[in-house]
């Protein structure tokens, strides 16, 4: 397949629908060989096979570690080693008071949005190093940055998740590993659906919002740039 990520592969996480799917898509008409990952079995076959291109589905749990562990395995075993581009975007999202977050919740959230793709990066990692290329998108939030009501057990995730980002940067410099953060406002994904912003008692103006292609577009921009420059950060909001 042609195109200007011709003969590359990615993995990306929470790619069952939204902003995931939205990227996976874009990777795959980009020519990538795309694996995508997620909870939801039947909608990753479905995604996959619209991806097409050897596009192929990984079932995981990124909270549980043997889930997430079978799947850096599957993943090995079918491109044959680590991917060239890491997209890590699965997560959870509440919008809770904090004396209503219960540590359970809190728990929750940071074992996906935090531990799974730490898990997931690190096993990778030093193949990454060793050939000298790779490239690790983190999927962050304005929450990564901005403090929101509500926003607790979210923005500590998204927080961690950004010193992650930054870390890694520091550490692969020069390295040939590649590493960017992407953080858009909110985005009109179906997330949404069961939420109601803090002390309001009306829905979030969706309307309002950025489309996940807009997410998917900056990604291929980041990934697609010349292996000399790293995009460290993008932020995205509406105009």
């Not at 209503?100 to 990454?128: H, I």
């Not at 900056?218 to 993008?234: G, K, M, P, Q, Y």
Request: a neutral charge.
């Amino acid at each position: 397949m042609s195109g200007v990520l011709a003969g590359r592969t990615a993995l990306v996480t929470g790619a069952s629908r939204g902003v995931g799917a939205a990227i996976a898509r874009a990777l795959g008409n980009a020519g990538a060989r795309v694996g995508v990952a997620s909870r939801t079995r039947p909608a990753l076959d479905q995604l996959a096979a619209e991806i097409g291109n050897g596009a192929f589905a990984v079932e995981c749990d990124l909270a549980d570690p043997s889930s997430a562990g079978n799947a850096v395995a599957a993943v090995r075993s079918t491109l044959g080693g680590a991917p060239d581009i890491l997209v890590n975007n699965a997560g959870l999202f509440v919008i809770r008071a904090i004396d209503e977050t219960s540590l359970e919740e809190l728990q929750s959230l940071l074992a996906t949005n935090v531990t799974g793709a730490f898990a997931l990066t690190r096993s990778f990692l030093a193949e990454m190093k060793a050939r000298g290329s790779g490239h690790v998108v983190t999927i962050g939030s304005i929450a990564d940055r901005h403090i929101f009501p509500g926003n607790a057990a979210y923005s500590a995730t998204k927080y961690a998740s950004r010193a992650i980002h930054e870390v890694l940067r520091a550490e692969t410099r020069g390295s040939g590993i590649r590493a960017t953060l992407v953080s858009p406002a909110a985005v009109d994904t179906n997330i949404w659906d069961p939420i109601q912003y803090y002390g309001s008692d009306d829905r979030p103006d969706r309307s309002a919002m950025l489309q996940p292609e807009a997410v998917a577009e900056a990604v291929i921009f980041a990934v697609s740039r010349t292996a000399a420059v790293n995009i460290d950060e993008l932020r995205l909001s509406r105009t």
